[in-house]
């Protein structure tokens, strides 16, 4: 779920050294974990990542949190604001243990969202990104809980969950799914995965 997009500047920097678009807690195992369980055996999450990496003047944090569903009633939530053209978010989801199939489809739909808002024509500030996001919410799949949901994240999320349980086979869905949802994905330059992912492989 993509929820209300705030004016607050206090998250970035604090991943460590890297110009990757997706960053990850130095501390947060776990999460390196998923992707790389997601990048292994899902060919639309590879392309989703992908995606998320060539979005321009964008920072983007990803993160376990512990306490997510007992103090939010929430499974995954992503936060977005605007500086000066910058687009910052923070992607949250309930820490569960390696081998979740719902992580996984929790994880890839928040990365769904933030590709969303990050192809959205972006303002100064955040005030300028509400109303873009606004218009590609689906009230009726949102539930009871505030915030703004869309179909295309829903159905990345359970795609990538069905290419992990091999019920799908077949090549990345990405485009498709976009198309059907009205998302102008753009040309995918080159499959590039975040930086630190590489240095982080057999952890």
Same mark, same amino acid.
């Given at each position: 779920?993509?929820?209300?997009?705030?004016?607050?500047?206090?998250?970035?920097?604090?991943?460590?050294?890297?110009?990757?678009?997706?960053?990850?807690?130095?501390?947060?195992?776990?999460?390196?974990?998923?992707?790389?369980?997601?990048?292994?055996?899902?060919?639309?999450?590879?392309?989703?990542?992908?995606?998320?990496?060539?979005?321009?003047?964008?920072?983007?944090? /990803? =993160?376990?949190?512990? $306490?997510?569903? *007992?103090? @939010?009633?929430?499974? !995954?939530?992503?936060?977005?604001?605007?500086?000066?053209?910058?687009?910052?978010?923070?992607?949250?989801?309930?820490?569960?243990?390696?081998?979740?199939?719902?992580?996984?489809?929790?994880?890839?739909?928040?990365?769904?969202?933030?590709?969303?808002?990050?192809?959205?024509?972006?303002?100064?500030?955040?005030?300028? /990104? =509400?109303?873009?996001? $606004?218009?590609? *919410?689906? @009230?009726?799949?949102? !539930?009871?809980?505030?915030?703004?949901?869309?179909?295309?994240?829903?159905?990345?999320?359970?795609?990538?969950?069905?290419?992990?349980?091999?019920?799908?086979?077949?090549?990345?869905?990405?485009?498709?799914?976009?198309?059907?949802?009205?998302?102008?994905?753009?040309?995918?330059?080159?499959?590039?995965?975040?930086?630190?992912?590489?240095?982080?492989?057999?952890?």
């Amino acid at each position: 779920m993509c929820d209300n997009v705030k004016g607050q500047s206090d998250h970035a920097g604090k991943t460590g050294a890297t110009t990757s678009v997706l960053r990850v807690l130095p501390d947060d195992r776990l999460t390196r974990q998923h992707l790389a369980r997601a990048i292994a055996g899902s060919a639309t999450a590879r392309e989703l990542i992908a995606r998320v990496e060539q979005l321009q003047d964008c920072v983007l944090i /990803l =993160r376990a949190h512990p $306490l997510l569903t *007992e103090q @939010e009633h929430l499974l !995954g939530r992503g936060k977005f604001w605007v500086v000066r053209g910058h687009l910052y978010g923070l992607l949250e989801y309930q820490a569960e243990p390696l081998g979740s199939y719902r992580a996984m489809r929790i994880i890839n739909h928040e990365l769904a969202h933030a590709l969303e808002v990050g192809l959205l024509p972006r303002g100064t500030d955040t005030a300028s /990104l =509400r109303p873009l996001v $606004l218009a590609r *919410e689906n @009230e009726e799949a949102r !539930g009871p809980v505030a915030g703004v949901e869309t179909e295309f994240a829903r159905a990345v999320g359970y795609r990538v969950q069905l290419e992990l349980q091999g019920r799908l086979q077949s090549p990345s869905a990405l485009s498709t799914v976009a198309d059907d949802t009205h998302l102008a994905l753009g040309t995918l330059a080159a499959a590039r995965l975040p930086s630190w992912m590489h240095a982080s492989e057999g952890q």
